[in-house]
């Protein structure tokens, strides 16, 4: 038996209203310059105006910074750093999906650790250079997919090679979250769709991941049943019970990912950093096909992840179209050229995957080639 060292995040205040709480845990922690970081679709929203407001009838003065990429990008982050130093914050509350709370942590991490963002790179090592401290940090997610309110990392891309880098630390987990299924009542089928299969991803990646976390494993297992039980529910004719379902989900799969993700993360990365195209739904598209080529020497994995969707064929190919159906019940494309990429894209992609950070817990290994073949079969 060897040793291992198991991890687990942050205090999570979860149920229908908890974004109510918000003003009185700052008053309660003496925090009176909140800088809210966001994007601007949420910034318009009405529960965002109404957070601001009850946060400024209790005395405190906010700062609303919402100029971030839908897949963020360095300068997002210089430019919410100089908006927290504008008004002398005193804490940050991410409010959004993945993109809003990824940039809110790699602002947090800024405040203290002024080196250019890249050094901080956890690839390249940049983890052991995060000895400061960093503010208080607060979550609020208003969708159900990346997780990223109960994690400590944050991907950011380089502005101008696309190359997406990966912030990490323990020190960047938020000190509280506010996860409300109410407040993703309102997403429209799509992005509910999108994200849904995002946190999916999440979870059967972190299961296959070939690191050893079997604490993680468990999570990841009631993840997919989770949601397997309610994703079309919350597209096509959403509750509480299926949002809720979804957003336990993706805080779930993002717990679990701290084992590692694997060949999907990997092709859908490129996909967003080149083309734009929404995470969530590069994850979605690019599914199936990864793990179609994980399962040979994983098959003993598939059927347990099988039994957790609640598949009847428990075999790899039966959970490969079981991603094949939901994706098309969800109104979801089944091949790339549907999200628009085309054959004159697939070297750079292929280039792109392959320095991907994502790749390496794979549990089996990914050539450039392999990368090629699988974009050009899902073209």
Known sequence: MSVSQFNFPTTIRFGAGVVSELPAYLHQHQLKRPLISTDPTIAGLDFFKQVVSDLTAKGCVVTVFHDIHKNPVKTDVYKGTDAYDAAACDCIIGIGGGAAIDVSRAILLRINHREDLFKYDDLVGGD????????????????????????????????????????????????????????????????????????????????????????????????????????????????????????????????????????????????????????????????????QFNIAGFEEKFIRMAKALGIPNETGAGVVDYLFDLNDRLSIPKSLSGIGVKQEHIETLADLAFADFAHPNNPKPVSRNDFKLLYETAL
Request: glycine share 8%.
């Open 128 to 291: 052991v250079y995060v000895t400061n401290e960093v503010p208080p940090f607060i979550t609020i997610p208003t969708t159900a997919g990346t997780g990223s309110e109960v994690g400590r990392s944050a991907i950011i891309a380089d502005d101008e090679t696309h190359q997406k880098k990966i912030l990490f630390s323990p020190r960047l987990l938020a000190k509280i979250v506010f996860a409300d299924p109410q407040l993703t009542m309102g997403l429209p089928a799509f992005i509910t769709a999108a994200t849904g299969m995002d946190a999916l991803t999440h979870t059967m990646e972190a299961f296959l991941a070939k690191n050893y976390h079997p604490v993680c494993d468990g999570i990841a297992l009631e993840g997919m049943r989770l949601i397997a039980k309610s994703i079309e529910q919350a597209v096509k004719n959403p509750d509480i019970e299926s949002r809720s379902d979804m957003l336990l989900a993706s805080m779930m799969g993002a717990i679990a990912f701290q084992k590692g993700l694997g060949v999907v993360h990997s092709l859908a990365h490129p996909l967003s950093s080149l083309l734009d195209t929404h995470h969530g739904l590069a994850n979605a598209v690019n599914l199936p096909y990864g793990m």
